[in-house]
């Protein structure tokens, strides 16, 4: 068994990777500022399934380059996930997204790099790296946008185009970890994520779309699309990342140095509310009021992730189709409601 640390392992994704991890018997370190709304919940869930002796809680900040020393003391996996997640915070608070997501991840690697047992550590970078590729031509189609082009999605070969603060901040974090590999040997891999959704999502309306859509009609609170609700994104379960993570773990060597394009792909791609909403109304039984603003800055009209490559590498490709998923998903939000009180 493997010593491993997770940063954000108090958040949507963390707190589903560890408890995976401690299934598996694995020595596990949470490094977490527990800022993020619904972490308590999650560590508390995690204390529920494995008790409190199965890890360490470190309640601290990636600013805090002595803390993450403590944390990635010996570790052989790192997984960092965590950071500023939201591009409308980044434009309003753009000093705060690049040192949470910027400098944190700088911090993250030399923790690694200096106290680490020859670590593995896996980046949870974003599709956003690609910013808003005005060169790709797009249609539009009668519930969603589309690419003219790109049958498969978008490759990792794609131009970097960062935009907005949110975009620059991670896809600083992105080369960083790439380049740790070529100049200091650290194997990193960077997972270049599309929209991951699934249990212990406390999604909000700047970030989480799918678990957001979900508990705000659920709890009868207003929808507000921003765009035309054609928007059409690529999503991927919790379940599926989390074994394209395991998969490179297992094949740390391999993958050192590589980047890779993860979400559901083409065969896992709906708009967000043009085909989405119908989905929602199907499961709530009624229909789901929403309103519709502005688009947003840096917001693509399409994003589908070209998964080819992580599948011809590493054998992996999504299980849970989005049908599945998102039933799962709204049954789980329907199923927990006081964990939702507070929104």
Same mark, same amino acid.
């Given at each position: 068994?493997?010593?491993?640390?997770?940063?954000?392992?108090?958040?949507?994704?963390?707190?589903?990777?560890?408890?995976?991890?401690?299934?598996?018997?694995?020595?596990?370190?949470?490094?977490?500022?527990?800022?993020?709304?619904?972490?308590?919940? *999650?560590?508390?869930?995690?204390?529920?399934?494995? =008790? @409190?002796?199965? !890890? #360490? %809680?470190?309640?601290?900040?990636?600013?805090? +380059?002595?803390?993450?020393?403590?944390?990635?003391?010996?570790?052989?996996?790192?997984?960092?996930?965590?950071?500023?997640?939201?591009?409308?915070?980044?434009?309003?608070?753009?000093?705060?997204?690049?040192?949470?997501?910027?400098?944190?991840?700088? *911090?993250?690697?030399?923790?690694?790099?200096?106290? =680490? @047992?020859?670590? !593995? #550590? %896996?980046?949870?970078?974003?599709?956003?790296? +690609?910013?808003?590729?005005?060169?790709?031509?797009?249609?539009?189609?009668?519930?969603?946008?589309?690419?003219?082009?790109?049958?498969?999605?978008?490759?990792?070969?794609?131009?970097?185009?960062?935009?907005?603060?949110?975009?620059?901040?991670?896809?600083?974090?992105?080369?960083?970890?790439?380049?740790?590999?070529?100049?200091?040997?650290?194997?990193?891999?960077?997972?270049?994520?599309?929209?991951?959704?699934?249990?212990?999502?406390?999604?909000?309306?700047?970030?989480?779309?799918?678990?957001?859509?979900?508990?705000?009609?659920?709890?009868?609170?207003?929808?507000?699309?921003?765009?035309?609700?054609?928007?059409?994104?690529?999503?991927?379960?919790?379940?599926?990342?989390?074994?394209?993570?395991?998969?490179?773990?297992?094949?740390?060597?391999?993958?050192?140095?590589?980047?890779?394009?993860?979400?559901?792909?083409?065969?896992?791609?709906?708009?967000?509310?043009?085909?989405?909403?119908?989905?929602?109304?199907?499961?709530?039984?009624?229909?789901?009021?929403?309103?519709?603003?502005?688009?947003?800055?840096?917001?693509?009209?399409?994003?589908?992730?070209?998964?080819?490559?992580?599948?011809?590498?590493?054998?992996?490709?999504?299980?849970?189709?989005?049908?599945?998923?998102?039933?799962?998903?709204?049954?789980?939000?329907?199923?927990?409601?006081?964990?939702?009180?507070?929104?």
């Amino acid at each position: 068994m493997a010593r491993v640390t997770i940063t954000g392992g108090g958040g949507f994704i963390g707190s589903n990777l560890a408890n995976r991890l401690l299934q598996q018997g694995h020595e596990l370190v949470i490094f977490d500022n527990m800022s993020r709304s619904g972490t308590e919940a *999650n560590i508390a869930w995690l204390r529920e399934q494995h =008790g @409190d002796e199965r !890890f #360490v %809680l470190a309640r601290a900040d990636l600013r805090d +380059y002595e803390a993450l020393l403590r944390a990635c003391e010996g570790a052989q996996q790192i997984y960092h996930l965590a950071g500023q997640v939201a591009v409308t915070t980044s434009v309003s608070n753009p000093r705060a997204d690049f040192e949470a997501n910027a400098l944190g991840t700088f *911090n993250l690697l030399e923790a690694a790099r200096h106290v =680490g @047992d020859d670590p !593995f #550590v %896996l980046y949870a970078s974003t599709n956003k790296v +690609y910013g808003g590729m005005e060169a790709i031509d797009v249609v539009e189609q009668e519930t969603r946008y589309a690419y003219a082009d790109f049958p498969y999605g978008i490759p990792e070969t794609t131009p970097l185009d960062f935009h907005s603060p949110y975009g620059v901040s991670k896809g600083c974090g992105d080369q960083y970890v790439r380049d740790y590999y070529r100049i200091y040997g650290l194997r990193t891999v960077v997972m270049r994520q599309s929209c991951i959704y699934g249990y212990r999502q406390f999604g909000i309306e700047d970030q989480g779309w799918v678990a957001w859509f979900i508990i705000a009609a659920l709890k009868g609170r207003q929808i507000t699309i921003y765009g035309d609700g054609k928007q059409a994104r690529d999503v991927l379960f919790v379940d599926d990342l989390l074994d394209a993570y395991e998969s490179a773990a297992a094949n740390s060597d391999r993958v050192a140095g590589q980047i890779y394009n993860v979400g559901g792909g083409p065969d896992n791609a709906m708009s967000i509310w043009r085909e989405f909403g119908p989905l929602l109304e199907s499961l709530m039984g009624d229909a789901v009021p929403v309103i519709y603003d502005d688009w947003r800055p840096g917001d693509q009209p399409v994003y589908i992730s070209d998964i080819r490559k992580i599948g011809r590498e590493l054998g992996w490709r999504p299980k849970i189709g989005v049908e599945e998923g998102i039933t799962r998903l709204f049954n789980w939000v329907r199923d927990n409601q006081p964990l939702f009180a507070h929104l």
